[in-house]
């Protein structure tokens, strides 16, 4: 669905205990209870891991990281580990580190 330009979207794979939810587009106030809700039907499901790929996120406000950090505190609550991969778009790993939600990012393999 896209807001005022937005593409946002999500796309989940499940594979061996673990899900990865693919998002596209911008995390707003326009979106981040959409991620949210999607990411908690994953949830429910009691993966062993939910991955958060963020390599298509261009932006990601506050709402968003808001909502990551609920999902966050809700998976540590169910013994899911809950990671965001892939973050690509510098403002997002900016916003991520001042916010204080690097723990939550999966760092980049080496190389």
């Given at each position: 669905?896209?807001?005022?330009?937005?593409?946002?979207?999500?796309?989940?794979?499940r594979w061996d205990g673990r899900?990865?939810?693919?998002?596209?587009?911008?995390?707003?106030?326009?979106?981040?209870?959409?991620?949210?809700?999607?990411?908690?039907?994953?949830?429910?499901?009691?993966?062993?891991?939910?991955?958060?790929?963020?390599?298509?996120?261009?932006?990601?406000?506050?709402?968003?990281?808001?909502?990551?950090?609920?999902?966050?505190?809700?998976?540590?609550?169910?013994?899911?580990?809950?990671?965001?991969?892939?973050?690509?778009?510098?403002?997002?790993a900016r916003l991520l580190d001042?916010?204080?939600?690097?723990?939550?990012?999966?760092?980049?393999?080496?190389?």
């Amino acid at each position: 669905m896209a807001v005022n330009g937005n593409d946002f979207r999500t796309a989940v794979s499940r594979w061996d205990g673990r899900v990865t939810v693919a998002v596209t587009g911008e995390i707003d106030l326009a979106t981040a209870a959409q991620l949210e809700s999607r990411v908690q039907e994953c949830l429910a499901r009691r993966p062993r891991r939910v991955d958060l790929d963020f390599a298509q996120v261009r932006f990601c406000d506050c709402s968003g990281a808001n909502a990551l950090e609920r999902l966050h505190h809700r998976a540590q609550e169910e013994g899911i580990d809950l990671k965001v991969t892939d973050v690509r778009a510098p403002i997002v790993a900016r916003l991520l580190d001042i916010l204080g939600l690097a723990d939550l990012v999966q760092p980049h393999p080496p190389g």
